[in-house]
């Protein structure tokens, strides 16, 4: 059933999103929660847009490899 293999996902995304860093998880949740830009992102916590977009690129590539 397709509506219980969406919810596996939801659940193993947000577990995934439970064990990473709380900063990683904070700019995960503004940019695809709720659509933050990495500039507003980056002027909410007083860094560059460059760090900004680091810590998001690690970020998904932790919560991809606790997914998998």
Sequence with gaps: DSKVADLDRLL????ALN???ER???VIEK????GY???EIASLLSISQAQV???ENNALNSVKK???
């Design 31 to 34: 940019r695809y929660f709720d």
């Design 53 to 55: 977009s680091r810590i």
């Design 19 to 21: 064990k990473i860093k």
């Design 12 to 15: 193993s995304l947000r577990d």
């Design 66 to 68: 606790l997914i998998m």
């Design 37 to 39: 830009s990495q500039s």
């Design 24 to 26: 990683d998880r904070y």
